[in-house]
Nanobody, 122 residues
């Protein structure tokens, strides 16, 4: 089993910055990608940013140039540096890991964190 431990959410003023982190804990042999989704009230959960095993990154258009995703592969940790935050960035942010292979187990699974609230408001 894999547990995702998230931290870094909170309240920030427009134009401010926050950094989210997520560590994947467990007997992980490999994973394809890590990343972040977000869900605002009344909206569907949507992808914000991802980074794969090769370090390739992907961002939704609305955060390009403002958010940066990075990983510490040795510690199975992913970070999301969020700058120039806007009220429309307010949401619950969920960490996910994709195609995780557990030591000694066949196949792979995807895992989600419990979510961390980010509120951008004056």
């Amino acid at each position: 089993q894999v547990q995702l431990v998230e931290s870094g959410g909170g309240l920030v003023q427009p134009g401010g910055s926050l950094r989210l982190s997520c560590s994947a804990l467990g007997n992980i042999f490999s994973m394809h990608a890590m990343g972040w989704y977000r869900q605002a009230p009344g909206n569907l959960r949507s992808l914000v940013a991802s980074i794969n095993h090769a370090g390739q990154t992907s961002y939704t258009d609305s955060v390009k140039g403002r958010f940066t995703i990075a990983k510490d592969a040795a510690n199975n940790t992913v970070y999301l540096q969020m700058s120039s935050l806007k009220p429309e960035d307010t949401a619950v942010y969920y960490c996910y890991v994709d195609k995780v292979v557990i030591l000694g187990r066949p196949g792979y699974d995807d895992y989600w964190g419990q979510g961390t609230q980010v509120t951008v408001s004056a």
